[in-house]
């Protein structure tokens, strides 16, 4: 892949990411209201929405799916890499290299199933609300999608290094 490939593949993810990350905010802070009005009205006037909990629990949906590709991408989920640190460099590339196999097929893995599952439920609703439940499963593929395109640019930085450093 070229540089100007490249740089339009980056400027891509660096979109989605971008507007993941405020889909998430914002699934952050309408959960928060939501609980929060839930909490008042029950406790302080004895009245409880019929559709608080379970928009609460879609907007969970929203954030941890989205959350989780935004994380992703800044490498921020755990990982423990004290004894890989200590090995030799060609060791730590051949379990860079299995990692990224193993997490792809994952992705794939999820992706796949989240879009089966979709397709099962298009014509299901969401029984407090009404609203067609596709809207709150869109989220692990979206998710899931982002997260390819992520493990795809880290195969390309990976093959691109070994070429570089083969030379």
Do not use: C
């Not at 949906?61 to 991408?73: E, H, I």
């Amino acid at each position: 892949m070229n540089k100007t490939h490249n740089n339009t593949f980056d400027s891509l993810i660096d979109l989605i990411n971008n507007i993941y990350e405020k889909l998430s905010l914002f699934s952050l802070l309408g959960l928060t209201i939501v609980v929060l009005l839930q909490i008042f009205f029950r406790n302080v006037l004895n009245y409880s929405f019929s559709w608080g909990g379970e928009l609460a629990i879609y907007m969970n949906f929203w954030l941890v799916f989205l959350g989780a590709a935004v994380v992703f991408r800044e490498h921020g989920h755990v990982k423990m890499d004290f004894l890989i640190n200590k090995a030799s460099a060609k060791l730590q590339k051949g379990v860079e290299l299995f990692n990224y196999l193993v997490t792809l097929f994952f992705i794939l893995f999820f992706l796949y199933s989240s879009i089966k599952l979709t397709n099962q439920l298009s014509d299901v609703v969401t029984p407090a609300m009404g609203m067609p439940y596709i809207i709150f499963v869109i989220p692990p593929i979206l998710g899931f999608t982002l997260m390819l395109l992520i493990i795809i640019k880290q195969f390309i930085v990976f093959f691109t290094r070994e070429a570089r450093d083969n030379r």
